[in-house]
Every structure is written in C-alpha cells, then in structure tokens.
C-alpha cells in the first residue's frame, strides 16, 4: 500500500486534509482516486491506514481507517554531522543515511567547505533536505523521517557534539593509529553514537586538534580513502549493523 507523509492530521468535517503537494504526487502522477486506499505518515510517526474520500486536482480529503502499530525504531541513536556538499551530493547523502536510518543529519561549515549559502538560499536548502528526509521515510518505512538540523559553524558543531554522550568519532584519513573496526569491537553497544564527517577537500589538522580536545575520537576505515558522501552512508551502515536495526 502506497506511502504518505504529513506533518500532522488536520481534520474538518471528520475528514482529514492532505497537504496540496502529496494530494498533486496522489492524483495527477499515482492518478489515484475516491475509494482508494493508503497509508499516513506523520511527522510524529504515527501511521494511519486511511482511504481518500474526495479529490480535486489540489485538494484530497481522506478518511482514516484505524490506527497502525508504530514501527520499531533502530536500538541506537545515530547523529552524522556533515560537511556540506555540492548540491547533488549532499542530496544523496541524506537520501541515503535516512533510509539507513540515522536519527539527525547536523550540517555544518568547516574551512574546506566550498558551498557556503546565504541566508535564503540556506533555509531553501533546509526546506529541500527536509523533503528529501520525508521522502526516504516513505521509501523505507521508518517511523518518522530523520532531523535535519538547521547549518551551524565548525566550532559550535563540536562544541556541541562535546557536549553529547556515547560514542563520538570522527572519520579522518590522517589517523594511522585507530580504526573504526577496532574501536567498535572494544566498545559496548551504545544507545548514541555521533559519527563527524568532513568536506570534499577534508579536515585541516588544526581542525582534527580541535576535535580532538573536545573528546572526540578520530578513526579510519583502513587504506581506503572515501567520498565525503560514501564515507557518511558506510559509517552508518556499519553503525547500523554491529549496533543497530539491519537484521532481523
């Protein structure tokens, strides 16, 4: 059964109201119809099993059905504090990371960082990420779609991260010492765990330091040097497997 999301159930007359975005997706591309049945998302996770009543080209009244068990939530809490990419990439990446489940994608600015918006710009890109999120939440069935943070600078970002409890790495290619493997294999499971990752350029040592006095625990994947946007989704894959929900 076809997946929607909304914000919250707004109801008139007994009958629910879906937003004009969703309601065109419905009717004009899915060409849906009276009678048809569907799921509801809404951004506190609940779900609804409902049916549409009536539909015009903008606007789709439905009815709701029943209320469905709330689908489990990963047994861990996983924060990806990125970089922000070029366009495509960073749409990718939170494609990506939110079917795989993480719970909140912190972008941030560091030096390397050569997309750097003004503020109208960044609250469009906000508004598109955000979309991105909900549409990854239909796509896989996650009870609700992962938080999209508003951009913050480097400095606040670690401050911030310093501030949080759980595991806290970040992936850097200059760490020859400790691996993400080994780390995770001498470390119990834990309910949080907050992964940082760079630019396209990378991190400057002086922002690695930084890091690194604020608690937090840089790490490799080895010989291999990965994209800033594949280096995000393995992280979380890996998290999600030795710690997570990717089993059965």
């Not at 691996?179 to 470390?187: F, I, N, P, Q, V």
């Amino acid at each position: 059964m076809r997946r929607f999301f909304i914000e919250e159930i707004i109801e008139k007359d007994g009958l629910c109201l879906i937003p004009e975005k969703e309601a065109r997706h419905m009717i004009k591309v899915l060409r849906m119809k009276a009678n048809d049945p569907f799921i509801l998302i809404t951004g506190k996770g609940e779900g609804f099993e409902a049916v549409i009543e009536t539909a015009s080209h903008k606007v789709v009244y439905a009815r709701i059905i029943k209320a469905l068990p709330t689908g489990p939530s990963s047994p861990i809490n996983i924060e990806i504090c990125q970089a922000i990419l070029k366009p495509r990439i960073m749409d990718y990446m939170i494609e990506k990371t939110s079917e795989l489940g993480v719970s909140r994608i912190q972008p941030f600015y560091s030096e390397r960082t050569i997309i750097k918006p003004d503020k109208d710009s960044a609250s469009n890109k906000i508004r598109h990420w955000r979309m991105i999120a909900q549409s990854a939440l239909k796509q896989c069935g996650r009870p609700a779609p992962a938080v999209i943070a508003e951009p913050s600078g480097f400095k606040e970002m670690v401050q911030a991260v310093a501030d949080k409890d759980g595991v806290k790495v970040v992936l850097w290619e200059g760490e020859q010492r400790s691996d993400l493997k080994t780390l995770l294999r001498e470390k119990e499971t834990t309910e949080v765990f907050t992964g940082i990752i760079g630019p396209e350029g990378g991190f400057t040592g002086q922002e690695v330091n930084l890091m690194m006095e604020a608690g937090i625990t840089p790490v490799s994947v080895g010989t291999r040097i990965l994209r800033a946007e594949t280096a995000a989704i393995a992280l979380t894959t890996i998290i999600q497997y030795e710690w997570g929900d990717l089993g059965i």
